[in-house]
């Protein structure tokens, strides 16, 4: 095995090794090259360190009107643009009800169409 390979095997084992999940040869394994290798003794410190501050990061949670509060900065930022509270039953163009409205007509004219339509149309013999 290349040295490249042992340092490689050496740090993807490192977070299975901090947890207890490594099996006794692959942990024993894991040591003897850390007692012999100042480059991963180094990234496993750096491993630690990483972990430590990660875990640091679950603080508190937000409060629960942060969302609202966001949106309602946004809004006013965007002065109105974004996040308008929408109190008509479409805030915008409606283009849902309009290409309904359109497919209703067409299928409307067609109707009516086809219905005053076979003018001078014969089947054939
Ligand atoms: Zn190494």
């Known amino acids: ?16 090794y ?5 099996a006794p040869e692959a942990k024993e394994a894991l ?18 360190l990483t972990l430590g501050g990660l875990s640091r990061l679950k603080g508190p949670a937000a ?20 996040f308008r509270r929408r ?4 805030g915008r163009i409606p283009f849902e009800w309009l290409s309904l409205a359109m497919i209703v007509a067409m299928l409307v004219y067609y109707i009516v ?7 001078g149309v014969r089947p054939v013999p």
């Open 63 to 82: 409060p629960h009107s942060f969302l609202a509060d966001v949106q309602q900065q946004i809004n006013r930022r965007s002065r109105g643009r974004f």
């Open 18 to 22: 901090l947890e207890g999940e490594l």
């Open 31 to 48: 040591e003897q090259h850390l007692a012999t290798c100042i480059q991963c003794r180094t990234s496993l410190e750096r491993f630690k």
């Open 1 to 16: 095995m290349s040295a490249v390979d042992s340092h490689t095997r050496a740090v993807d084992s490192f977070s299975a």
């Open 113 to 119: 169409f086809l219905q005053t339509s076979p003018t």
């Open 87 to 90: 109190w008509m039953l479409f």
